[in-house]
């Protein structure tokens, strides 16, 4: 039986995906398949591609035709190609149509998320929408959002395929005392929040929020674990208001810290399938979030909804749960129920596998 050959690819490489296509070259290399992974050479230094016993061919993120020709070459012989992310896609699809292959290789394309782009913009964002997933045999959506987007514009087979991240294999203790000390929060309460400092992340609303809450007594501690370019502004903001805000920066300890909160705060304007979402579940810490895209649907009742953009519904769910053990308590066991529903890193693997097979046995 011919072993079967995947290239797997990576445009900008949000923390997702970039952990997803990590979690697939591993199960696939261990089911026999030979793995490709194009990827920015410092996605590899995060990921650690190859010690998934994938093959790593790097691809700067601004390449042009060169890129191109690059991807061309590591796309010979192989039977799938999947990309990942709408830049990956457009250069994947680029890459195929400039290909002799017969027949020509199926192209796979998962939306883990989508753009926000504004004016002219998202614009050319729908235009590159529309000719990617005409261009691919199959698109996977990670929320069912993104499937009706995928089909409107124009995708021939569009499919839920839910991705799950693999959790934490650290040890984690919740409300872990060391934690809370190194954050300054021993005798108040913790609040996490995770993610990109980076327009569309919320963070405007969620300060805006904090300045609510800092009449309690004691006055919650809310932490940032994230970089990005809104850092100079937040910061400035959180000084010139004496708001009790900490931005720690990108950390390799998210679970850790994560466990070690009373309260996790998602307050994005979109996301999909939220990885702050899913480690906070899985660990039972409770959440509050913005009831957008893909979050209704991945965290079902275990967790506090509000309205994005609006400070005082934010502000409300998280003094109504700081001052509510029980209710804390009853979120923290619904959210390790609602996880125990979501595939497993093994389900999500082999779920992807049978389309490589469908598709290769065209």
Known sequence: MTQLRTVQVLGGGSAGSSAHVRS????????????????????????????????????????????????????????????????????????LAGAAAVPPTPLVTTWHTRSRAAGARAGLV??????????????????????????RRGARDARLAPVTVPASRAPVCLHDGKARAELGAVDRPLLMAVGALEPGRGYRPLLDAARVWRDLDPQPLLVVAGEGPLRAPLQRRIEEEGL?????????????????????????????????????????????????????????????????????????????LLDDPDRRSDLAAAGRIQASTWPTEDQTIAHVLSVYDELSAR
Not at 126 to 151: I, K, N, P, Y
Not at 270 to 289: C, D, I, M, N, Y
Not at 306 to 311: E, F, L
């Open 24 to 95: 697939l070259a591993a199960g696939l290399v261990a089911r026999g398949v030979r793995v490709t992974v194009c990827a920015p050479p410092e996605l590899d230094h995060a990921y650690d591609f190859q010690g998934a016993g994938a093959r790593l061919v790097p691809v700067p993120r601004q390449g042009g035709h060169a890129a191109l020709a690059v991807l061309r070459n590591a796309f010979i012989g192989a039977d799938v190609v999947h990309a990942h992310g709408l830049d990956a896609s457009v250069r994947a699809a680029l890459a």
């Open 126 to 151: 729908r235009l590159l929408e529309r000719r990617t997933v005409r261009a691919a045999a199959v698109v996977l959506g990670t929320s069912s959002e993104l499937v009706d987007r995928a089909r």
């Open 244 to 320: 009790a805000v900490r931005l720690i920066g990108r950390r390799e300890d998210v679970a850790e810290l994560l466990a070690a909160a009373d309260v996790a705060v998602l307050p994005s304007r979109w996301e999909a399938r939220s990885l702050l979402a899913q480690e906070a579940l899985r660990l039972g810490v409770p959440l509050v979030a913005t009831a957008v895209g893909g979050v209704p649907e991945l965290v079902g009742d275990a967790a506090a909804l509000v309205p994005y953009g609006d400070p005082e519904a934010l502000a409300t769910a998280v003094r109504t």
